[in-house]
């Protein structure tokens, strides 16, 4: 059955339209047949209506019983026709709609890894969810459901109206003006519950937030005793989706009755003066018969009409959010310059190859005499200028550079762009002036795929797949053998607590790592980092939910893991910076000092303030 309707139309109806109509073409023969069916139904049922009338005019009056026997076969046969289009159709329609929905959310996925990442920083996580949910649900629906019963309410609508005229104009004019009414009933009846459907579904949303984010803070809760605070919260909410709720199936309940009042009223009306019409010779008594049947079933269909187009048009409101999205510009990449196996001769000169050598170098596909350029990680910041908004600037004039092999760190408070220089380096967001050289290349001439692939990076919030350990670890390189897996383990001092779980490596990790510690999620985030084996590195809090004890564990893997590589690290405990070739203190988007560990503490500028705790990291 259909959901409710939530009062939200479609802005641009026809765009929508034509895009819904776009992925209906191209299964156009299952949607013909359910079509033709659907209207061979309709038609069944009207013709098998009208056959009361010469079924009683030329047997039951006369007493023809093999006559009737007769009529009474063929009008079977009608209803029968009818019953297996009904099957029918919705057998088929359940193919096509189902084959329509897989193109939909098929290239909204698609179309949803192509955006850049601004796009998903600007928009809650539910409200992406929410297109693969609720909104491709309300077309569902309405594939399934109203788009079939709106072809059939229609040839019903129109086959009855002409029928009723055809048996008897005279009472006809008054079932128009009943219809009318009825009309205009359903308008008013509709626009109020719409506007209170609109209400309920706001209402809804609040509660379903509020109930997810007690859920998900079950713990903060229970530490605090919030519980009835939190119930009179719920209550208060609960109440106020209760009262649109209310309101809004008052005016959906009274339609059908309305309607069915009317119909009665409508019939007990033209039966009184179809009777008397019959008992003068206006009419005869079959024709009559059959014209209250048609007057008994016209109430359906039109009601069927009305709630089904108001189904629809909740449809094409989901539609058109789904659209909007496709329509949005996806991560622009204008590279040129990829990556490519290459094989060291022996004069030393690089050679493109197919078999995986362990040895990288760029390659710009534009230019066929560009030289090949070895994969070192060099990485330089030119007068780098950039802001997440305009007007809002992050990061000022910032120069920096990373030589091949050297650990650079990062130290600063919140909002001090560290994470936005890692983030540029990634290409996530592009700068608004200066440039970024990778190898003495320019970021943005290197294709997105191939500048991610030379990078391995570990998050401070660790995201882990539904999957098994292995294939988590796995995802930074797919074609990893099992040894690769493991060696990358043993590297981040994953390896034994791997072991110690019941299946090992084949331990299912379920809801985001919910059954690993927060340590050993991190630790599996770095193995993936580890089994891509990038050369260059970034580590933005690495280490910040590993405990002390094994912080010092894993730093000799580590230093396995990041030697010979280019290494970023972000830290907020300034002991895992100590050994770093250069770090940098970042204030307000600007590097404020540059140095080792000693040279800082020499200057006793910023950085020694935050060492000796006369400044705090936040």
């Known amino acids: 059955m259909a959901r409710s309707f939530s009062g939200k139309r479609p802005q641009d109806l026809k765009k929508t339209v034509g895009a819904l109509l776009s992925y209906m073409g191209r299964h156009k023969f299952l949607l013909l047949v359910v079509a033709v069916l659907v209207t061979v139904s309709a038609l069944a049922n009207l013709l098998g209506t009208y056959m009361i009338k010469p079924v009683i005019n030329n047997y039951v009056v006369p007493g023809d019983m093999e006559g009737l026997v007769f009529g009474v076969t063929v009008t079977a046969l009608i209803y029968a026709a009818g019953a297996l289009s009904a099957f029918g159709y919705t057998q088929t329609m359940v193919k096509a709609a189902q084959k329509v929905l897989f193109d939909i959310r098929r290239d909204l996925f698609d179309h949803i890894q192509t955006l850049p ?263 330089r910041f030119d007068h780098v200028v950039f802001g997440y908004e305009k007007g809002q600037t992050i990061l000022r004039n910032v120069s920096l550079y990373a030589k091949p092999g050297q650990k650079i760190a990062f130290v600063g408070s919140t909002g001090a762009g560290k994470t936005t220089i890692t983030n540029l380096i990634n290409r996530f967001y592009d700068v608004t002036s200066g440039s970024i050289t990778y190898d003495g290349i320019d970021v943005r001439r290197i294709r997105k795929d191939a500048l991610r692939r030379s990078l391995g990076i570990v998050l401070q919030d660790t995201h882990l797949f539904t999957g098994t350990i292995e294939e988590n670890i796995r995802f930074g390189k797919l074609d990893a053998t099992r040894e690769e897996v493991v060696a990358a383990a043993r590297i981040a001092n994953a390896d034994s607590f791997i072991r110690r779980l019941p299946q090992g490596y084949d331990t299912m990790v379920t809801g985001d790592g919910a059954n690993l510690s927060q340590g050993q999620r991190q630790l599996l985030a770095i193995a993936r980092a580890a089994v891509a084996d990038p050369p260059v590195l970034i580590l933005d809090e690495a280490t910040s939910s590993i405990d002390t004890r094994t912080e010092s564990l894993i730093e000799t893997g580590m230093d396995a893991l990041m030697e010979g590589r280019t290494v970023f690290v972000i830290a907020h405990r300034l002991s895992t910076v100590r050994n770093a070739n250069a770090i940098l203190v970042l204030e307000q988007g600007q590097v404020v000092e540059r140095g080792d560990h000693q040279d800082l503490l020499d200057q006793k500028g910023v950085y020694y303030q935050l060492y000796h705790g006369m400044f705090e990291l936040s």
């Open 117 to 379: 990442l601004r796009y998903f920083d600007t928009r809650q996580k539910g409200d992406v969810m929410s297109l693969f949910t609720n909104d491709v649900d309300t077309i569902a629906d309405a594939l399934n459901n109203s788009f079939a019963m709106v072809i059939q309410s229609f040839v019903q609508i129109v086959g009855t109206l002409t029928m009723l005229f055809l048996l008897n104009w005279q009472l006809s004019m008054i079932a128009l003006v009943c219809y009318i009414v009825m009309f205009l009933y359903i308008r008013y009846s509709g626009k109020k519950s719409k506007f209170y459907f609109n209400r309920q579904q706001i209402e809804l949303g609040a509660l379903d937030g509020f109930i997810e984010e007690m859920a998900a803070g079950q713990k903060v809760v229970k530490v605090f005793n919030r519980e009835k605070a939190n119930l009179e919260e719920f209550k208060a909410k609960n109440e106020r989706l209760r009262q649109a709720g209310t309101s809004a199936q008052s005016y959906a309940a009274t339609m059908i009755p309305a309607v069915v009042s009317i119909s009665y009223i409508n019939y007990a009306i033209v039966a009184v003066l179809g009777g008397l019409m019959a008992l003068k010779g206006m009419t005869d008594v079959g024709s009559l018969a059959s014209y209250l049947v048609f007057v008994r079933q016209a109430a359906m269909p039109i009601n069927q009409f009305t709630q089904q187009g108001n189904f629809l048009l909740a449809a094409l409101a989901g539609a058109e959010r789904i659209f909007s999205a496709m329509e949005e510009e996806p991560e622009v990449d204008e590279g040129t310059v990829t990556l490519v196996n290459v094989r060291k001769e022996g004069d030393g000169t690089l050679t493109p190859c197919t078999e995986k050598t362990g040895q990288w170098a760029w390659q710009d596909t534009a230019r066929t005499d560009a030289p090949l350029v070895p994969l070192r990680g060099d990485v």
